[in-house]
Every structure is written in structure tokens, then in C-alpha cells.
């Protein structure tokens, strides 16, 4: 990673949440207006951020564990 991408990574405080509902409404919406093209760019952006979501989770619940039972973080 560059220093410049290493900038400008974003942190969400809930991890992707805020993206896994809005591309879910999204879906939604396109779906009701029955737009194919629409409908596939929203599913594989929800894939993607569904999946971004699982692993922020997977990773916040791994740290709550270790701070447990005092393992040192690096």
C-alpha cells in the first residue's frame, strides 16, 4: 500500500452498515421499477459490502475476545 492510500483508507464506526442498508434500499427501489442493469450493480455492490461487513464483525468480536482474556494487540 502507498502512503497515500494508507491516507486515505476510511474507518467506519459501525463497519459497512451504513452501505449494507442503503444498497439494500437501493435494491429495493430498483427492483420495484424493475431496472435488470440497476438491479445487478446493487446486488454486487451489497455482495461486496455484505461480506466487508462479515469480516469487521468477525474481526471487532476477536478483539473484544483478546482484550478478554489480556492478549496484547500488535
Given at each position: ?11 467506519y ?62
Amino acid at each position: 500500500m502507498t502512503r497515500a492510500s494508507t491516507f486515505y483508507k476510511r474507518s467506519y464506526t459501525n463497519g459497512y452498515e451504513q452501505k449494507v442498508n442503503y444498497y439494500l434500499e437501493r435494491l429495493d427501489q430498483e427492483i420495484q421499477n424493475e431496472d435488470i442493469d440497476q438491479i445487478k450493480f446493487c446486488k454486487k455492490k451489497l455482495d461486496y459490502f455484505l461480506g466487508k461487513q462479515i469480516e469487521y464483525i468477525a474481526k471487532k468480536q476477536h478483539d473484544v475476545f483478546a482484550e478478554r482474556i489480556g492478549v496484547t494487540q500488535k
